[in-house]
């Protein structure tokens, strides 16, 4: 398992720390009883995961890390790396251990490595459609709950980006927003005194409906990008000329993989698809005895 210090496993170890604790406590809870009833941690045995669909799989360096955190001794030799293609008959890792670890790991490495693969697949699919342009694919907070940072590293493995991981780390100021504080001036003007109050220094997305609160964040060049919200190509093209490059741009809102590539070709810097995590299906996988 390599671990660069850029890697999606360093930046998040924590949280994915805090993730593997969570799920061992939610399955195994007090014990697995049926592999103590019939299986030893004194014996060893051997397993591999086996590919039953196409698509690309992710998850690996996740699994490794799974088994090594519950067990050192295990031993993981990755035969297909994260973001490779896979097509049935493929495996992926062998992995040798203690039986009964082994086998109370099963269920947790299959679910995430499922999960992770269809979303790294439909990431993949979905990029590949954008990748004559200069556009950004990115994902968003429609994820599982407790389940975001694998989803969002499986989007990293698939080709497209990590938009904000939650609420802390980026101010996004959506219309809800806007409508309660009366204003887009009033929201911006609010936000750059409590960044300033907070002594915080984070990224500000600012959601816009129309021509007029573009013009209005135009008017605050600290803004990190503004995101054209359920906008059509066109208008869109007008919005970007109205921009003309002085702050970033995010398209977003009801955009499928039939739409993608027409908005992606207007010009605008980034595109957000909640699609990628929330639709994509499980690739199959199994992880068998040999």
């Known amino acids: 398992m390599t671990m660069s210090k850029e890697s999606f496993l360093s930046k998040y170890k924590t949280e994915i720390d805090r993730f593997i604790a969570s799920a061992f406590a939610e399955d195994i809870g007090h014990g697995d009883h049926t592999s103590r009833s019939c299986l030893s941690n004194d014996l060893t045995s051997k397993a591999q995961l086996l590919v039953k669909e196409p698509g690309v799989i992710a998850g690996v360096e996740l699994a490794e890390y799974v088994f090594k955190s519950k067990n050192k001794i295990f031993k993981f030799k990755t035969k297909i790396n994260d973001g490779s293609a896979v097509n049935p008959g ?26 992770m693969s269809g979303i790294a697949s439909l990431t993949k699919q979905t990029a590949s459609l954008i990748k004559h342009t200069n556009c950004k694919l990115l994902d968003t907070r429609k994820t599982t709950p407790n389940f975001r940072y694998p989803e969002k590293w499986a989007v990293h493995i698939g080709g497209g980006e990590n938009h904000r991981m939650g609420l802390f780390d980026m101010i996004m100021i959506k ?38 609160e573009i013009k209005t964040c135009l008017e605050f060049p600290w803004i990190h990008r503004i995101l054209l919200d359920n906008m059509n190509p066109n208008q869109i093209k007008r919005a970007l000329k109205l921009i003309n490059g002085k702050i970033a741009t995010e398209a977003s809102g009801n955009i499928t993989k039939e739409t993608i590539v027409e ?25 068998k005895a040999i």
Do not use: W
Request: charged content about 25%; glycine content about 4%; hydrophobic content about 40%.
């Open 263 to 287: 908005i992606a070709e207007t010009g605008v810097n980034y595109v957000s698809l909640g699609a990628i995590t929330h639709s994509a299906q499980n690739i199959d996988l199994s992880l």
């Open 90 to 115: 493929d495996i992926v890792f062998t992995v040798e251990g203690p039986q009964l670890e082994l086998l109370a790991i099963e269920r947790l490495i299959l679910n995430c490595m499922q999960r």
């Open 175 to 212: 219309d809800n927003h806007v409508d309660f504080c009366g204003s887009v001036d009033k929201a911006l003007k609010k936000t750059k005194k409590y960044l300033e109050n907070q002594n915080l220094n984070i990224p500000v997305i600012i959601e816009v409906r129309n021509e007029d």
